[in-house]
């Protein structure tokens, strides 16, 4: 009878032991990042793949750049807005007024006045 193991002989997780039973690794090369406070991230890239000119500090979060002198600037912290402020973007005073009317109506019409 079975024992109510499927996979007898391995383990979750379970690897190859020796690299040569792994294959061949990709050829990579590392590009360094810098950040305006001055860290530095090196990722590995494939040597075929071109890296990209940004990546975020592992560190701090800020986007980092390829030139150790010129790094990119912080990006600016907007400050909350409510629903209400995305809305009154979106909408004039005239559409408000509008919308208000309308709404009015519906509630005046189901209250039979």
């Given amino acids: 009878m079975a024992s109510g193991n499927a996979i007898r002989g391995s383990r979750v997780g379970s690897a190859p032991m020796r690299w ?17 406070q001055g860290h530095a991230t090196a990722p590995a890239f494939a040597s075929e793949v071109v890296p990209p000119p940004r990546w975020d500090c592992q560190r701090c979060g800020l986007p980092a750049g390829q030139d150790e002198n010129n790094p990119p600037t912080p990006p600016r ?17 005239a559409d408000a007024a509008a919308i208000l009317a309308e709404a009015l109506d519906r509630v005046r019409q189901r209250r039979g006045r």
């Fill in 20 to 36: 040569s039973e792994r294959g061949d690794e990709a050829p990579r090369r590392s590009v360094t990042y810098w950040c305006a």
């Fill in 77 to 93: 912290a907007e400050p909350y807005k409510s629903h209400l402020a995305y809305v009154k973007e979106r909408r004039s005073d």
